[in-house]
Structures are given as C-alpha cells and as structure tokens.
Nanobody, 114 residues
Framework: QVHLVESGGGLVQPGGSLRLRCAGSGIIISRTTMAWYRQAPGKQRELVAN???????NYADSVKGRFTISRDHARNTVFLQMNSLKPDDKAVYYC????????WGRGTLVTVSA
C-alpha cells in the first residue's frame, strides 16, 4: 500500500524560506515521476513542480527561480525547497506520485504572512 506523507509546512514571513518533505512508503520515489501540487483557498489545485525518474525537473512559471524540487533515494523522500516566499504562495501543498495508480498525500499548509 502506497503512502505519501508531507511535512515541513508552517507560517513564514514574505521573503522567507521553507523546505517541504514527502516521505514515501510502498513506492520507489526514484523510479517514478513525483510532483508537488498546491491548492489555495477558492482555487483549483495546480502543479508546482515535478521530477521524473530520470531526474528532469519542471516548474510552474510562478515559482521558477524560487523553488527547487529534489529527491533522496536512500530516504525515499522528495523535497521542495521554497525560497523568496510570497503571500500568493499560501496554499496547502500536496505530494503526488504514480505507482500503478495515482497517489496523494494529505497535504501540508504553507502560510506566508507578515
């Protein structure tokens, strides 16, 4: 059974940084495409970044140059380093991975406010 568990969210001031983590079980993160999505209040869920099994990365235009997705095979964990955070980055961030089926974590809340 696949489980994805996010952590690392919290309250940060504009311009600050956070590092999100997604720990996987029942899935080999380095062998599939893993992604971070986010959903702000009243908005649809949107792709933030993904990383393929080959290590290629893709980012939403709104986060390019500020966010970095990476993974650690030994810890079977995907990370999202978020720098220069803006109030518009406030959302619940979800980890996503495909392993015979599409799987989601429960999300972690990121709040950017002074």
């Amino acid at each position: 059974q696949v489980h994805l568990v996010e952590s690392g969210g919290g309250l940060v001031q504009p311009g600050g940084s956070l590092r999100l983590r997604c720990a996987g079980s029942g899935i080999i993160i380095s062998r599939t495409t893993m992604a971070w999505y986010r959903q702000a209040p009243g908005k649809q869920r949107e792709l933030v970044a993904n990383i393929t099994s080959g290590g290629n990365t893709n980012y939403a235009d709104s986060v390019k140059g500020r966010f970095t997705i990476s993974r650690d095979h030994a810890r079977n964990t995907v990370f999202l380093q978020m720098n220069s955070l803006k109030p518009d980055d406030k959302a619940v961030y979800y980890c996503n991975g495909y392993w015979r089926n599409n799987f989601w974590g429960r999300g972690t809340l990121v709040t950017v406010s002074a």
